[in-house]
């Protein structure tokens, strides 16, 4: 029987306490666990957003069971926002099994139900437990962050015409690329001058031509500028991270869990209109801290933005800082850069292939390179 959601004058909105901390982070381990246990990645996830997120440091290391009930009678006064996080976090883990066990699965539902949320990546990861891998990217598509988009909805893209799909590229829009082009025009150390420097480095073409990204996907890249995240695979895992967290919109969970089926289990083999699948990568030594804490940050931010629906092109002549400050963005904690997160003008903050990428454009531009900081680890 679903725990019904709190009255207004019974809700509690204050940030969890020890006690509560370990009772959530025993209720994730036992909703995500495989049948043989938790693995040492689903413990060491739990325990680095259990940190990062409340400033409690737990041991996960044994692990009190919950069921389904009992946890979500635990969490009878948190409001239905704070209980489809908890959901979130329990995908979180989930999604980093291969294989992904189907009593994993049904006992992550189980869990939502008794919570009374119903999310709809529940069903993606129902698809990947059945091996349907194909009808989990269509629920993807259908249920996640892009289920509404409208070809209208362009706006704050630029380009010339209405897209059909969010990922949809644009390969022929001479005014979009010229309005790329004239970030060159911004001051240094605006956020337009920024990232006009970040795509000369990594040899990155703009919007708008043949082999560059989606216009959508293009968006992030602004983000990789204000968040102060790299461009490898690892920082990609961060960036992301981060912009889901801080959407308000729950379906932008979507985009956390498509790095993770991507970059850790390889459940999807192409995502975001040009990402290809490579896993392992968030297994790496330090990721954890890193992941937590790009949630952490994302969290922080002022009202929820969706930051791949900004304009930033009006707010490419701000300095960097002042955007910043402007959406309420944190710095990376000691924790997180003492595990490898690095900016995208830092060394390690770009990747060998990338760094050829640029050097290639700059040759073939007749000009010097200048990675502007970056450089592999």
Same mark, same amino acid.
């Not at 009374?116 to 891998?133: H, I, K, N, P, T």
């Not at 956390?256 to 089926?261: E, K």
């Not at 991507?262 to 699948?277: D, I, N, P, R």
């Given at each position: 029987?679903?725990?019904?959601?709190?009255?207004?004058?019974?809700?509690?909105?204050?940030?969890?306490?020890?006690?509560?901390?370990?009772?959530?982070?025993?209720?994730?381990?036992?909703?995500?666990?495989?049948?043989?246990?938790?693995?040492? $990645?689903?413990?060491?996830?739990?325990?680095?957003?259990?940190?990062?997120?409340?400033?409690?440091?737990?041991?996960?290391?044994?692990?009190?069971?919950?069921?389904?009930?009992?946890?979500?009678?635990?969490?009878?006064?948190?409001?239905?926002?704070?209980?489809?996080?908890?959901?979130?976090?329990? *995908?979180?883990?989930? *999604?980093?099994?291969?294989?992904?066990?189907?009593?994993?699965?049904?006992?992550?539902?189980?869990?939502?139900?008794?919570?009374?949320?119903?999310?709809?990546?529940?069903?993606?990861?129902?698809?990947?437990?059945?091996?349907?891998?194909?009808?989990?990217?269509?629920?993807?598509?259908?249920?996640?962050?892009?289920?509404?988009?409208?070809?209208?909805?362009?706006?704050? *893209?630029?380009?010339?015409?209405?897209?059909?799909?969010?990922?949809?590229?644009?390969?022929?829009?001479?005014?979009?690329?010229?309005?790329?082009?004239?970030?060159?025009?911004?001051?240094?150390?605006?956020?337009?001058?920024?990232?006009?420097?970040?795509?000369?480095?990594?040899?990155?073409?703009?919007?708008?031509?043949?082999?560059?990204?989606?216009?959508?996907?293009?968006?992030?890249?602004?983000?990789?500028?204000?968040?102060?995240?790299?461009?490898?695979?690892?920082?990609?895992?961060?960036?992301?991270?981060?912009?889901?967290?801080?959407?308000?919109?729950?379906?932008?969970?979507?985009?956390?869990?498509?790095?993770?089926?991507?970059?850790?289990?390889?459940?999807?083999?192409?995502?975001?209109?040009?990402?290809?699948?490579?896993?392992?990568? $968030?297994?790496?030594?330090?990721?954890?801290?890193? $992941?937590?804490?790009?949630?952490?940050?994302?969290?922080?931010?002022?009202?929820?933005?969706?930051? *791949?629906?900004?304009?930033?092109?009006?707010?490419?002549?701000?300095?960097?800082?002042?955007?910043?400050?402007?959406?309420?963005?944190?710095?990376?904690?000691?924790?997180?850069?003492?595990?490898?997160?690095?900016?995208?003008?830092?060394?390690?903050?770009?990747?060998?292939?990338?760094?050829?990428?640029?050097?290639?454009?700059?040759?073939?531009?007749?000009?010097?390179?200048?990675?502007?900081?970056?450089?592999?680890?």
């Amino acid at each position: 029987m679903p725990v019904p959601l709190p009255s207004d004058s019974d809700v509690v909105v204050t940030q969890p306490d020890y006690d509560e901390t370990v009772f959530i982070s025993q209720g994730l381990l036992a909703a995500m666990a495989p049948p043989e246990g938790p693995t040492p $990645l689903q413990r060491t996830l739990v325990e680095a957003t259990a940190e990062s997120m409340t400033g409690h440091t737990i041991d996960m290391s044994s692990c009190r069971p919950i069921d389904a009930a009992t946890f979500a009678e635990g969490m009878a006064r948190r409001d239905e926002r704070f209980r489809t996080r908890l959901v979130h976090l329990m *995908l979180m883990g989930e *999604l980093t099994l291969v294989p992904l066990p189907v009593e994993t699965c049904d006992r992550v539902t189980s869990f939502a139900r008794e919570l009374a949320v119903d999310d709809e990546m529940l069903a993606v990861a129902r698809g990947f437990a059945q091996g349907s891998l194909g009808l989990a990217l269509i629920d993807f598509e259908r249920n996640g962050y892009t289920a509404a988009w409208d070809p209208s909805d362009t706006d704050h *893209l630029h380009t010339s015409g209405a897209l059909d799909s969010a990922w949809e590229f644009a390969v022929d829009d001479d005014d979009l690329v010229l309005r790329w082009c004239d970030l060159i025009n911004c001051e240094p150390g605006t956020l337009g001058r920024a990232v006009f420097d970040f795509y000369r480095a990594r040899g990155f073409l703009f919007p708008g031509r043949p082999d560059s990204a989606p216009p959508l996907l293009a968006q992030h890249d602004w983000v990789h500028v204000l968040a102060d995240y790299g461009t490898t695979v690892e920082s990609e895992i961060e960036v992301f991270t981060f912009i889901a967290r801080a959407n308000s919109d729950p379906r932008a969970f979507s985009l956390m869990a498509m790095v993770i089926s991507l970059f850790e289990t390889g459940h999807l083999q192409s995502g975001a209109g040009l990402f290809q699948y490579d896993p392992g990568h $968030l297994s790496r030594p330090g990721m954890a801290n890193r $992941l937590a804490d790009a949630m952490r940050r994302g969290a922080q931010t002022l009202d929820g933005p969706d930051f *791949l629906r900004v304009d930033w092109f009006e707010l490419a002549d701000r300095p960097v800082d002042e955007v910043r400050r402007r959406f309420g963005v944190t710095p990376k904690s000691a924790r997180a850069v003492q595990a490898g997160a690095v900016g995208p003008f830092d060394p390690g903050g770009i990747s060998p292939f990338q760094l050829e990428m640029g050097r290639a454009m700059a040759t073939g531009e007749e000009r010097p390179y200048d990675g502007f900081g970056a450089a592999p680890a």
